[in-house]
T-cell receptor
Framework: QKEVEQNSGPLSVPEGAIASLNCTYS??????FFWYRQYSGKSPELIMF????GDKEDGRFTAQLNKASQYVSLLIRDSQPSDSATYLC????????FGAGTRLTVKP | ETGVTQSPTHLIKTRGQQVTLRCSSQ?????VSWYQQALGQGPQFIFQ???????GRGNFPPRFSGLQFPNYSSELNVNALELDDSALYLC??????????????FGAGTRLSVL
């Protein structure tokens, strides 16, 4: 079992729709959870972090964490073509472990 | 811009050679983590340096080694290069203290090709 699992996608949504990205993790001791966006050929860019159960909103982005289910998600509202990228889920318990990423395409 | 700089941006080496990659941390950060990202995969943790000492290591052989300097910049050294070492090498800096969550910010990476 991988430590951090994400659907590889590609996930395709129309412009203006809500994109929902999911991630599960295996280590119940994981403490903090992150979402990074990575454009092709670029390095990961931090967009959200969460460490308490529940929802955290920042602009068009909402991160959701359920530690009991070992599940973290990212919702992107009003998706734009510029949101097209690979989204990486990462968890930490000391060091940071990444999933393989979900490729999101937002179609105009 | 994260303020984390890496050099060089691209590098081509042959099997068996040695390589040194460099990273300058964001101002005020005291921790550097190195990652290897193969094509189509997420970054894999290599190791982390905090106050010039290794502070955690992933599942990488000893031929991957590193240093952190008093100014918190860092080097990643890889000896006896193998074809599978071809990847994007990412450096991330963060501020580790007892008061705040440690957020990691990545440099642009060094793309290493081993022929």
């Amino acid at each position: 079992q991988k430590e951090v699992e994400q659907n590889s996608g590609p996930l395709s949504v129309p412009e203006g729709a809500i994109a929902s990205l999911n991630c599960t993790y295996s280590d119940r001791g994981s403490q903090s959870f992150f979402w990074y966006r990575q454009y092709s050929g670029k390095s990961p860019e931090l967009i959200m972090f969460i460490y308490s159960n529940g929802d955290k909103e920042d602009g068009r982005f909402t991160a959701q964490l359920n530690k009991a289910s070992q599940y973290v998600s990212l919702l992107i509202r009003d998706s734009q073509p510029s949101d097209s990228a690979t989204y990486l889920c990462a968890v930490t318990r000391g060091d940071m472990r990444f999933g393989a990423g979900t490729r999101l395409t937002v179609k105009p | 811009e994260t303020g984390v700089t890496q050099s060089p941006t691209h590098l081509i080496k042959t099997r068996g050679q040695q390589v040194t990659l460099r990273c300058s941390s964001q101002s005020g950060h005291n921790t550097v983590s190195w990652y290897q990202q193969a094509l189509g995969q997420g970054p894999q943790f290599i190791f982390q340096y905090y106050r010039e000492e290794e502070n955690g290591r992933g599942n990488f052989p000893p031929r991957f080694s590193g240093l952190q300097f008093p100014n918190y910049s860092s080097e990643l050294n890889v000896n006896a290069l193998e074809l599978d070492d071809s990847a994007l090498y990412l450096c991330a800096s963060s501020l580790r203290d007892s008061q705040s969550l440690s957020l990691q910010y990545f440099g642009a990476g060094t793309r290493l090709s081993v022929l």
